[in-house]
């Protein structure tokens, strides 16, 4: 199984490595405001080190991103069987048409008699209070208009445990700890399955899913050797970074501040 993953992996780092590839320091906005305090709180010494450190928070936000969308469009529906719910797909199979139904992802149909609903969530930290509201709610709705014909939803959290989840996912299923939030109990329909045990759940109880697909994308990595690539290439960065900044640099080597926020806004 896992050597399904390792191309689909490979593909996906080359798209990444493709952003750092075609990225130019001009396409990438400064903050005048936060640039001393990231020069001053990472200790860099030349804008060569800044242009590293906002490259590299730059890119982990798509980095982040995408992974999420490799598990959610390409790992889940051609490794593990789930039923990606697209458009074209909703609107072809009713009743996931239904506005109530975009915030389950996937259906499973090869794990119990009845089809289980899955949405996916990334990390304890993915939905905060205002989404967790939204989740009860249409979940309610489902479960009144479709109980007979699913077995359970599932909410499946890639990353983490369920003993660091945060109470989000409890109200989510309609238990209030604290706080009274306008949230139904369907806590008897709704699951939360996290880290090792989602991964386990969605492959027929296998245990070792989450080692199998660690695998696939070290021996991925190992077969693109794009470690090297990479370091040339933010070293490139940096230096592009540092030249077109640099005439920002006073002749006691600190950094003129006002300049580069006059330069920025005017």
Same mark, same amino acid.
């Given at each position: 199984?896992?050597?399904?993953?390792?191309?689909?992996?490979?593909?996906?780092?080359?798209?990444?490595?493709n952003k750092l590839r075609t990225e130019r320091h001009d396409t990438m906005s400064l903050n005048p405001f936060l640039a001393p305090i990231l020069y001053?709180?990472?200790?860099?010494?030349?804008?060569?080190?800044?242009?590293?450190?906002?490259?590299?928070?730059?890119?982990?936000?798509?980095? +982040?991103?995408? $992974?999420?969308?490799?598990?959610?469009?390409?790992?889940?529906?051609?490794?593990? *069987?789930?039923?990606?719910?697209?458009?074209? /797909? %909703?609107?072809?199979?009713?009743?996931?048409?239904?506005? /109530? $139904?975009?915030?389950?992802?996937?259906?499973?149909?090869?794990?119990?008699?009845?089809?289980?609903?899955?949405?996916?969530?990334?990390?304890?930290?993915?939905i905060q209070l205002t989404a967790a509201m939204e989740l009860n709610a249409a979940f309610v709705k489902i479960i009144e208009k479709h109980i007979d014909?699913?077995?359970?939803?599932?909410?499946?959290?890639?990353?983490?445990n369920a003993a660091e989840l945060s109470d989000k996912y409890d109200i989510l299923r309609g238990i209030n700890r604290g706080k009274n939030h306008d949230?139904?109990?369907?806590?008897?329909?709704?699951?939360?399955?996290?880290?090792?045990?989602?991964?386990?759940?969605?492959?027929?109880?296998?245990?070792?899913?989450? =080692?199998?697909?660690?695998?696939? @994308?070290?021996?991925?990595?190992?077969?693109?050797? /794009?470690?090297?690539?990479?370091?040339?290439?933010?070293?490139? $960065?940096?230096?592009?970074?540092? %030249? +077109?900044?640099?005439? $920002?640099?006073? =002749? =006691?080597?600190?950094? =003129?501040?006002?300049?580069?926020?006059?330069? @920025?806004? *005017?």
């Open positions: 199984m896992w050597r399904r993953y390792v191309t689909r992996s490979c593909g996906w780092v080359n798209n990444r490595m001053d709180l990472h200790n860099a010494e030349n804008f060569a080190e800044l242009g590293t450190l906002l490259l590299a928070g730059h890119l982990m936000t798509g980095h +982040s991103t995408g $992974f999420g969308k490799l598990a959610d469009e390409r790992l889940l529906p051609n490794v593990f *069987g789930t039923h990606k719910l697209t458009s074209g /797909y %909703r609107s072809k199979n009713v009743p996931f048409s239904a506005s /109530y $139904f975009n915030e389950i992802d996937h259906v499973i149909t090869h794990l119990s008699p009845k089809p289980i609903l899955l949405s996916l969530k990334t990390s304890r930290w993915t014909q699913f077995e359970q939803i599932v909410v499946g959290v890639s990353i983490g949230v139904v109990d369907i806590q008897h329909h709704v699951h939360v399955l996290a880290g090792r045990s989602f991964w386990a759940w969605i492959n027929a109880g296998e245990q070792a899913t989450q =080692d199998w697909i660690l695998e696939g @994308i070290l021996a991925g990595l190992h077969e693109s050797n /794009y470690r090297k690539e990479g370091h040339l290439l933010l070293a490139s $960065f940096s230096k592009a970074f540092n %030249r +077109s900044y640099d005439k $920002f640099k006073k =002749d =006691d080597g600190t950094i =003129d501040w006002y300049a580069l926020l006059t330069s @920025i806004n *005017g």
